[in-house]
């Protein structure tokens, strides 16, 4: 720090000791949860052995070993394609239906109906996809399920969801909304309760329709919004939702055609083959490559809008 | 005044949020119903929305049959309890000195903090770091301890704080009051939505916790409740293989419901989020607004 007098921070710190002593613990378990693991992104270019010194960073280095690995093997290719497919339909869906909620739960007009809609909207937020995974056998069994109960009573063949893995990312984003896209309205409604009350009034003076208001005004003034989801959304799209696969299909391989994401793949290779190298490589790999389409994504958005952009 | 039209635009939208609040609450619905049916029933006729021949033979295996689901139980309030005070205590304190603009470091601490959303270790250090460097496996605190702290919801209390006028704290302080006290005494008191919502968003992570269960706990003994559906799941007969006599003794020679077992766990587990939920409902959502709108 340029110009800064010697003792500044011990001044500063001695002036607001009290606060610093507050974020001290705070700031501790970052160090400790967040910036110590970071050291371990070196494991990526070790032969990991158990034994070795520093809890097994001291373990021989083999350079870019570990990546050539995992990009040799034909499974990359598939799990980074699976992941890449799965993540744009969920996060497209989910800002499509968030916003589409909000703003329909911004027009009604009946407040009782308004309220227990939204609760019931809310609730499969807090809902684990390991309880998901139980009432979805409800739902897609082959002999006992509801939906190919309906099918029949139709006319129609029934579909053996467990076994067929094309259904399987639109189910997973059919879930997904289920579960999350109600409470992530809650952003848009934040957005929109903040959007100036005297431009709806100048625009119904002026005769425009609620319709008009909604794709005039509402929509057009949650660009921002939309911008600042999707760039963080984009920052973890090369994260595949482990939770959420792994509680739904487990580990079933008549689906890991469209499901075998980057995650569920890295924890097999460590429970299974206890490959920690190649893991930690993969996670390397995800960590790297996910900043950099923060970054694009935000320098594309910049282009385009200024405001919109994050950062 | 509202036109015809208008009056159609207001009724869609009407219909499409009833429409999908009705597809949220249908396959916790169908659950429910099902976990109080006959498993013969159940396997014959398949799921429905109704109750057909009312059944309490699951619930009465889940809570007697075994002592997995009371333990499991225990383990999950417990460290939903002390997670989320722990959660709300260190959020708190790491947010509100990062909205006192005097603090001069404020803008450094918070980016190191942003920088964790950024960038992480992955699962292998992680798993390192709490198996072999703090040796918490099989040890209940790694199912609180590690949880307790992230930075989205430091800097969501952070915003909520920083809409508290500092006047308040500024009188305070010329009032002679240190910083804790002005913390204690007058912020926290105000920040109360933001506080409900944090400990909501804690207690549901702790409560649906089966993750670091899974990493990082073999003690049986230890499996939270999302973590025992899990493995009813994969395991048909986990809870049943350790039957005690009387429940077997009481069973005769019925048929185990193995799909009811897993209905009636997976019920009871979200029995206390849809009864504190409506509660806290109101709290949170203010929170969230006030919290997210200022970025």
Same mark, same amino acid.
């Given at each position: 720090m340029a110009g800064q007098k010697r003792g500044g921070f011990a001044k500063e710190i001695s002036r607001n000791k009290y606060l610093y002593l507050m974020m001290l613990p705070g700031i501790l378990f970052f160090l400790l949860?967040?910036?110590?693991?970071?050291?371990?992104?070196?494991?990526?270019f070790v032969k990991y052995?158990?034994?070795?010194?520093a809890f097994g960073l001291g373990s021989q280095f083999v350079g870019l070993k570990n990546f050539e690995y995992f990009f040799a093997s034909k499974d990359w290719l598939k799990i980074t394609a699976n992941t890449l497919f799965l993540n744009t339909v969920f996060i497209t869906s989910g800002i499509v239906v968030q916003l589409g909620l909000a703003v329909c739960l911004n027009e009604m007009t009946m407040k009782m109906a308004k309220k227990i809609s939204q609760t019931f909207m809310f609730l499969?937020?807090?809902?684990s996809w390991t309880v998901v995974s139980v009432m979805s056998i409800a739902l897609?069994?082959?002999?006992?399920g509801i939906i190919n109960h309906v099918l029949v009573l139709f006319g129609m063949t029934p579909i053996n969801f467990y076994q067929n893995a094309s259904v399987w990312p639109t189910l997973l984003a059919i879930l997904r909304i289920w579960k999350g896209a109600g409470f992530g309205s809650v952003i848009y409604l934040a957005s929109i309760a903040g959007i100036d009350a005297e431009i709806y009034e100048a625009a119904t003076i002026d005769g425009a329709s609620r319709l008009a208001r909604i794709f005039r005004i509402t929509i057009p003034m949650l660009k921002t919004t939309t911008a600042m989801l999707l760039i963080m959304n984009i920052g973890s799209?090369?994260?595949?939702?482990f939770g959420m696969i792994y509680a739904l299909i487990n580990d079933n391989p008549m689906l890991r055609?469209?499901?075998?994401?980057i995650d569920t793949y890295v924890y097999r290779a460590l429970r299974m083959y206890n490959d920690i190298g190649m893991s930690s490589a993969v996670g390397l790999f995800q960590s790297v490559i996910g900043f950099i389409t923060v970054v694009l994504a935000n320098r594309v958005i910049n282009k385009l809008d200024k405001e919109s952009a994050l950062f | 005044m509202d036109t015809a039209a208008d009056k159609a635009v207001i009724a869609a939208c009407s219909i499409i949020c009833v429409l999908f609040a009705a597809f949220c609450a249908m396959p916790l619905w169908v659950a429910l119903v099902s976990s109080f049916t006959n498993e013969n029933t159940l396997i014959r006729e398949?799921?429905?929305l109704f109750v057909k021949d009312f059944d309490l033979t699951s619930y009465k295996l889940v809570f007697t049959g075994s002592s997995d689901v009371m333990n499991a139980y225990i383990v999950t309030i417990v460290t939903t309890f002390f997670g989320m005070a722990l959660t709300v205590l260190l959020t708190a304190s790491l947010a509100y000195p990062l909205s006192?603009?005097?603090?001069?470091?404020r803008s450094k601490i918070s980016f190191f903090i942003y920088a964790t959303m950024l960038f992480n270790g992955g699962l292998v250090p992680n798993y390192l770091l709490i198996s072999?460097?703090?040796?918490?496996? *099989? /040890?209940?605190l790694v199912l609180i301890i590690p949880?307790?702290?992230n930075a989205y919801n430091v800097f969501l209390m952070r915003n909520y704080f920083a809409t508290i006028p500092p006047s308040l704290a500024e009188s305070a302080r010329i009032d002679g009051a240190t910083d804790i006290t002005i913390f204690a005494k007058i912020i926290l008191p105000l920040a109360k939505p933001i506080l409900a919502t944090i400990a909501l968003f804690a207690s549901m992570g702790y409560w649906n916790e089966w993750y670091r269960v899974l990493l990082y706990? *073999? /003690?049986?003994?230890?499996?939270t409740l999302q973590f025992l559906i899990m493995r009813l799941q994969q395991q048909v007969d986990f809870l049943t293989s350790n039957l005690n006599a009387s429940a077997r003794a009481a069973l005769g020679n019925l048929t185990i419901p193995t799909i009811g077992i897993r209905l009636a766990t997976a019920m009871i587990s979200i029995g206390p989020i849809v009864l504190l939920y409506p509660i806290l409902q109101r709290y949170f959502i203010s929170g969230i607004m006030v919290g997210s709108v200022k970025g």
């Amino acid at each position: 720090m340029a110009g800064q007098k010697r003792g500044g921070f011990a001044k500063e710190i001695s002036r607001n000791k009290y606060l610093y002593l507050m974020m001290l613990p705070g700031i501790l378990f970052f160090l400790l949860f967040n910036y110590l693991p970071m050291a371990g992104l070196y494991f990526a270019f070790v032969k990991y052995h158990p034994l070795a010194p520093a809890f097994g960073l001291g373990s021989q280095f083999v350079g870019l070993k570990n990546f050539e690995y995992f990009f040799a093997s034909k499974d990359w290719l598939k799990i980074t394609a699976n992941t890449l497919f799965l993540n744009t339909v969920f996060i497209t869906s989910g800002i499509v239906v968030q916003l589409g909620l909000a703003v329909c739960l911004n027009e009604m007009t009946m407040k009782m109906a308004k309220k227990i809609s939204q609760t019931f909207m809310f609730l499969p937020n807090f809902i684990s996809w390991t309880v998901v995974s139980v009432m979805s056998i409800a739902l897609f069994s082959t002999d006992e399920g509801i939906i190919n109960h309906v099918l029949v009573l139709f006319g129609m063949t029934p579909i053996n969801f467990y076994q067929n893995a094309s259904v399987w990312p639109t189910l997973l984003a059919i879930l997904r909304i289920w579960k999350g896209a109600g409470f992530g309205s809650v952003i848009y409604l934040a957005s929109i309760a903040g959007i100036d009350a005297e431009i709806y009034e100048a625009a119904t003076i002026d005769g425009a329709s609620r319709l008009a208001r909604i794709f005039r005004i509402t929509i057009p003034m949650l660009k921002t919004t939309t911008a600042m989801l999707l760039i963080m959304n984009i920052g973890s799209i090369f994260y595949g939702d482990f939770g959420m696969i792994y509680a739904l299909i487990n580990d079933n391989p008549m689906l890991r055609s469209t499901t075998d994401v980057i995650d569920t793949y890295v924890y097999r290779a460590l429970r299974m083959y206890n490959d920690i190298g190649m893991s930690s490589a993969v996670g390397l790999f995800q960590s790297v490559i996910g900043f950099i389409t923060v970054v694009l994504a935000n320098r594309v958005i910049n282009k385009l809008d200024k405001e919109s952009a994050l950062f | 005044m509202d036109t015809a039209a208008d009056k159609a635009v207001i009724a869609a939208c009407s219909i499409i949020c009833v429409l999908f609040a009705a597809f949220c609450a249908m396959p916790l619905w169908v659950a429910l119903v099902s976990s109080f049916t006959n498993e013969n029933t159940l396997i014959r006729e398949g799921y429905r929305l109704f109750v057909k021949d009312f059944d309490l033979t699951s619930y009465k295996l889940v809570f007697t049959g075994s002592s997995d689901v009371m333990n499991a139980y225990i383990v999950t309030i417990v460290t939903t309890f002390f997670g989320m005070a722990l959660t709300v205590l260190l959020t708190a304190s790491l947010a509100y000195p990062l909205s006192v603009e005097s603090v001069k470091y404020r803008s450094k601490i918070s980016f190191f903090i942003y920088a964790t959303m950024l960038f992480n270790g992955g699962l292998v250090p992680n798993y390192l770091l709490i198996s072999r460097f703090l040796h918490l496996r *099989d /040890n209940i605190l790694v199912l609180i301890i590690p949880a307790a702290l992230n930075a989205y919801n430091v800097f969501l209390m952070r915003n909520y704080f920083a809409t508290i006028p500092p006047s308040l704290a500024e009188s305070a302080r010329i009032d002679g009051a240190t910083d804790i006290t002005i913390f204690a005494k007058i912020i926290l008191p105000l920040a109360k939505p933001i506080l409900a919502t944090i400990a909501l968003f804690a207690s549901m992570g702790y409560w649906n916790e089966w993750y670091r269960v899974l990493l990082y706990i *073999d /003690n049986r003994k230890l499996f939270t409740l999302q973590f025992l559906i899990m493995r009813l799941q994969q395991q048909v007969d986990f809870l049943t293989s350790n039957l005690n006599a009387s429940a077997r003794a009481a069973l005769g020679n019925l048929t185990i419901p193995t799909i009811g077992i897993r209905l009636a766990t997976a019920m009871i587990s979200i029995g206390p989020i849809v009864l504190l939920y409506p509660i806290l409902q109101r709290y949170f959502i203010s929170g969230i607004m006030v919290g997210s709108v200022k970025g």
